[in-house]
């Protein structure tokens, strides 16, 4: 039997610091894989962490995005690997818990504060009846 997991974690994996070809995104990768297992029940909800080329946010590298099912959206920047996964599995934690995702800066751990990018909120899109019928 699989589970569906309905938190996501994104990381950009072609993000490059500035004046060099170091692409830290699949270091960022395991790290986060690594410290959310490491952090078991603390991090209440299974979160997929995987990885995509550019998020649109190539000027403050690494870009590191939170989604979920009905949650609004996070989009990070200026994630370290070195120095940021605690502050990122703190994140996960607290996303889970809230029903819609919603957060102002005040409440987001460390450098989660000043780095976001963007905050959308969730969609919800009703479909027409005659829609759900043709697909
Ligand atoms: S290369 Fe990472 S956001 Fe564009």
Redesign the pocket.
Known sequence: MTTQQNHKITV?T???YKGTDCRP?SELIEKLRAAIKAAGDAVPEDFEVSGV??????DR???VAYHGSRKATYLFGDIDPAVDIDDLVTFAQQYAYLHDGWCSSVDRPGKLRKSTLARVPCAIIALEASEICAS
């Not at 080329?53 to 190539?58: D, F, V």
């Open positions: 950009c072609t993000c490059r995104g080329a550019c998020m649109a946010g190539c590298p690494c870009t």
